[in-house]
């Protein structure tokens, strides 16, 4: 342990940093935000309070979904997710087979 101190002392006296995993998790968010896309849905048969946390649920049981926020007023869902991992088709389909089809909105 104390060859370890005495090299991590000399290390930094010469002005070398020692890489730390914050470091490494802060370039890993960083790269996911990069490959980050949202876009807007409209949702079908939406009803009652409850059907926008079912919809939602149901998204963001979807591999590479980072977020979901419905809303049950313009019955919409707004979805952020990594278009490396999943498409808008497959969350689509998420909500569809939860009761609750799902179209794109274009220009999203």
């Known amino acids: 342990m104390k060859h370890l101190m005495k090299a991590t002392l000399i290390g930094l006296s010469l ?9 490494a998790l ?8 990069v490959t980050q896309k949202t876009v807007t849905f409209t949702i ?3 009803t009652c309070a ?5 919809v939602r649920k149901a998204m963001e049981k979807v591999a590479g979904v980072l977020s ?4 049950y007023d313009s019955k919409t869902a707004t979805v952020a997710f990594n278009p490396a991992k999943v498409s808008t088709d497959a969350i689509a389909a998420a909500s569809l087979n939860a009761g609750y089809p799902a179209t794109l909105v274009k220009g999203s």
């Open 15 to 23: 002005g070398l940093t020692i890489p730390s995993t914050a470091n």
């Open 44 to 46: 079908e048969k939406m």
């Open 68 to 71: 979901v926020e419905t809303d």
């Open 50 to 54: 409850m059907c926008p946390i079912t």
């Open 26 to 33: 802060d370039i890993l968010v960083a790269a996911d935000q």
